[in-house]
């Protein structure tokens, strides 16, 4: 079957730097994804790895072990606005079908 | 990316009763997913729609229940049929678009509630 892991809930400072972590367990991998969603909202898409490495957009970087299984979404320079919930998405099998992490949920607070 | 639409946003349905939810898509596109969100969880796959076949449905889904078109390559529907109040739900669709990076966009969302 399939297992993405990440953190339930995060809390940081504005201005610092927090990282979210993703591991996973699936049958096939075709890349990973790292979604924002604001309440209420439909989810956005952030970043994308499918190779190992770092991955940097803007305040936002994304790093891949597929050894590992392992990913992390780096959110630097925090705004309050980066309160929402945090989804690790990986792709896996010949449909390009995504399974979806329970997502973390990351509040930033003065 | 791709610009996308749903209708209704929103809506409060009896039970036994079926709602249809319409996805508009701004360009053509091959792969159209339909996901359900429940209230604090993530996202499940439905189904995927491909334009010209049969939707293909994941474990725990099936036809009879959540039926799904796929017209053309910009437009899909799923249907919530025979309603319960465990079909509460945010129903969500999205498209695949990119060329050597393909990304999932996702629509607004149709947020359903099944008193």
């Known amino acids: 079957g399939q297992n993405i892991d990440q953190p339930t809930e995060m809390t940081a400072t504005e201005g610092a730097i927090v990282q979210i972590n993703c591991t996973y367990q699936t049958s096939g991998f075709n890349g990973l994804f790292w979604y924002q969603q604001h309440a209420g909202e439909a989810p956005t898409f952030l970043s994308y790895?499918?190779?190992?490495g770092l991955e940097e957009k803007g305040r936002f970087s994304s790093f891949l072990s597929r050894s590992k299984g392992y990913s992390y979404l780096l959110l630097k320079e925090l705004q309050m606005k980066d309160s929402a919930s945090y989804l690790c998405a990986v792709k896996t099998g010949g449909g390009n079908k995504l399974t979806f992490g329970t997502g973390t949920q990351l509040k930033v607070e003065l | 990316s791709a610009v996308i639409s749903q209708k209704p946003s929103r809506d409060i349905c009896q039970r036994g009763t079926s709602l249809t939810i319409q996805c508009q898509v701004d360009s053509q596109v091959t792969m159209m997913f339909w996901y359900r969100q429940q209230p604090g969880q993530s996202l499940t796959l439905i189904a995927t729609a491909n334009q010209g076949s049969e939707a293909t449905y994941e474990s725990g889904f099936v036809i009879d229940k959540f039926p799904i078109s796929r017209p053309n390559l910009t437009f899909s529907t799923l249907t919530v049929s025979n309603m319960s109040p465990e079909d509460s739900s945010i129903y969500l669709c999205s498209v695949e678009k990119g060329t050597g990076q393909e990304t999932q966009y996702f629509g607004p969302g149709t947020r359903l509630l099944v008193l």
């Open positions: 790895n499918v190779l190992d």
